[in-house]
């Protein structure tokens, strides 16, 4: 579904992303982790080309992502981004949120659109709060508002970048809940995140990065049993420290 080959990544003299490559499998859930820095969030973002990348090729669903010509915009609407921050249109209602894209896109009726939104919300729990806006949600329900407003556009793979670092405690874990019902019905995820519990209990693969490089990808019994590189074990004792 996504594969990364060769790519390098440069802002300005910086070498961010260093000869990457690695491919993630229709369905495949993997987790990206690393210390900060470590260019998770550019090797995201370069998927649906929110960075461009110097070298190397990115293919989504066959698609040459860095192709020139490329429909950027028809192209990222099909890829789910769920960001740290929530970013929805405060100045919509969370159902409004969600069938903005769907009708003006994909030029759903604006019926099916509200339909289609009204069982994503389900989805999610919040049917009932589809009337509301989101200053009036709090954090974890605005979140879980993004990622039924990613799911509204029928993608076929979801991106997510931190999605949990920006709530407070208790909200965590509804979130991680919503992704792991994602991951359990066979959705291609790529997620940047530090919850490890997360990481066991549905990655297929870890990818650990550190200084652009992809020091380890195994699967999470073998990354968090048996880290092969001092980085990695680094990473991860600091980790339990903390
Ligand atoms: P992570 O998400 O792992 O914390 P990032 O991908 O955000 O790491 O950043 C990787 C490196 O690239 C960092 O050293 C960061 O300072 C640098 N970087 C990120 N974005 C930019 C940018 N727009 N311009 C210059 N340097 C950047
Ligand atoms: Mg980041």
């Not at 300005?12 to 990206?32: L, M, Q, R, S």
Request: proline share 5%; charged share 20%.
């Amino acid at each position: 579904m996504i594969a990364f080959s060769g790519v390098n990544k440069w802002y300005g003299d910086y070498h961010a992303i260093v000869d990457f490559t690695a491919e993630v499998a229709k369905g495949e859930v993997v987790v990206v982790c690393g210390p900060s820095g470590s260019g998770k969030s550019t090797l995201i973002r370069t998927i649906n080309r929110l960075e461009e990348i110097q070298q190397g090729t990115i293919r989504f669903d066959g698609q040459d992502v860095h192709a020139p010509g490329l429909n950027l915009n028809q192209f990222r609407s099909h890829i789910g981004f769920v960001f740290q921050q929530f970013n929805l249109f405060p100045h919509l209602s969370v159902l409004d949120n969600l069938t903005l894209a769907p009708t003006t896109v994909l030029k759903l009726s604006a019926t099916a659109a509200r339909e289609r939104a009204m069982q994503l919300l389900d989805r999610v729990g919040l049917a009932h709060k589809a009337a509301a806006h989101p200053g009036q949600l709090s954090g974890g329900q605005q979140q879980r508002v993004a990622i039924a407003r990613a799911l509204a556009m029928s993608p076929p793979a979801m991106l997510f970048d931190e999605p949990t670092s920006a709530l407070d405690p208790e909200m965590v874990g509804e979130v991680l809940q919503v992704m792991k019902s994602l991951a359990r019905d066979g959705m291609t995820m790529v997620c940047v995140t530090h919850e490890m519990g997360f990481a066991r209990e549905v990655a297929n693969r870890v990818w650990f990065m550190d200084a652009g490089r992809l020091v380890e990808s195994g699967t999470p019994g073998d990354f968090f049993q048996r880290p092969k590189s001092p980085r990695a074990q680094k990473f991860l004792s600091d980790l339990r420290a903390h």
